[in-house]
C-alpha cells in the first residue's frame, strides 16, 4: 500500500479476434475483459471469406465502419492496441511471438485452441486461453451480432418489438 508501484498486468499481449459487427455488450465486455488483462491488445477483425458463412450477411457493417466503432470502444479502456484486418481464421495468433494470451467467448473456444496447435507446428510457446461466457439478452438466449442483424435485440440485449 502506498508503494507508488504500478500494477502490472498478466500478460503483454493479448489477442482478441471476430467479426465485431454491431459492437454489442457482449464485445465490450470481451475487450475490456482482454484490457484489464494486457498491457496491450491486438484486436483482429475478420473480413472476406470469413465473413461467407455469416447469417444475414449482407447487413454485416463494412471493415471501415467496424474499425471506427472499435477504435472508438479501446481508445476508452486506456490500452494501447492495434487493429488488424484477418482474412483467415488463424491470423496474426499463430505467429505473433510478443502474444502470450488469447482471450475468447465459449462460442470462439475451439478457435483458440486451432491457434495454439497451429503455433505448437511453429514452435511457438502456446497462448494462454481466458474464456469468457457468453453475455444473454432479456430473454436469456445469448447476444450475439447475428440476432441483432435479424432484428431480435439491440446492442444491449434489449428485446425488439415484431
Same mark, same amino acid.
Given at each position: 500500500?502506498?508503494?507508488?508501484?504500478?500494477?502490472?498486468?498478466?500478460?503483454?499481449?493479448?489477442?482478441?479476434?471476430?467479426?465485431?459487427?454491431?459492437?454489442?455488450?457482449?464485445?465490450? +465486455?470481451?475487450?475490456?475483459? &482482454?484490457? =484489464? %488483462?494486457?498491457?496491450?491488445?491486438? !484486436?483482429?477483425?475478420?473480413?472476406? /471469406?470469413?465473413? *461467407?458463412?455469416?447469417?444475414?450477411?449482407?447487413?454485416?457493417?463494412?471493415?471501415?465502419?467496424?474499425?471506427?466503432?472499435?477504435?472508438?470502444?479501446?481508445?476508452?479502456?486506456?490500452?494501447?492496441?492495434?487493429?488488424?484486418?484477418?482474412?483467415?481464421? +488463424?491470423?496474426?495468433?499463430? &505467429?505473433? =511471438? %510478443?502474444?502470450?494470451?488469447?482471450? !475468447?467467448?465459449?462460442?470462439?473456444? /475451439?478457435?483458440? *485452441?486451432?491457434?495454439?496447435?497451429?503455433?505448437?507446428?511453429?514452435?511457438?510457446?502456446?497462448?494462454?486461453?481466458?474464456?469468457?461466457?457468453?453475455?444473454?439478452?432479456?430473454?436469456?438466449?445469448?447476444?450475439?451480432?447475428?440476432?441483432?442483424?435479424?432484428?431480435?435485440?439491440?446492442?444491449?440485449?434489449? %428485446?425488439?418489438?415484431?
Amino acid at each position: 500500500m502506498g508503494s507508488g508501484k504500478s500494477y502490472r498486468k498478466p500478460f503483454k499481449r493479448v489477442i482478441v479476434a471476430g467479426t465485431f459487427d454491431r459492437l454489442h455488450k457482449g464485445h465490450k +465486455i470481451l475487450l475490456s475483459t &482482454s484490457a =484489464k %488483462l494486457g498491457e496491450e491488445l491486438l !484486436v483482429c477483425i475478420a473480413d472476406g /471469406p470469413l465473413l *461467407l458463412g455469416k447469417k444475414f450477411k449482407e447487413k454485416i457493417q463494412s471493415y471501415e465502419e467496424r474499425k471506427r466503432k472499435m477504435e472508438q470502444f479501446l481508445t476508452s479502456l486506456d490500452t494501447p492496441f492495434s487493429i488488424v484486418k484477418i482474412l483467415d481464421p +488463424i491470423g496474426p495468433a499463430g &505467429s505473433d =511471438k %510478443l502474444a502470450d494470451a488469447i482471450v !475468447v467467448s465459449t462460442e470462439t473456444y /475451439p478457435g483458440a *485452441l486451432r491457434v495454439n496447435s497451429e503455433r505448437k507446428k511453429r514452435g511457438l510457446k502456446e497462448l494462454f486461453i481466458v474464456v469468457c461466457p457468453l453475455v444473454v439478452a432479456e430473454n436469456g438466449k445469448p447476444i450475439s451480432s447475428e440476432r441483432i442483424r435479424a432484428g431480435e435485440i439491440d446492442e444491449e440485449g434489449r %428485446l425488439l418489438e415484431g
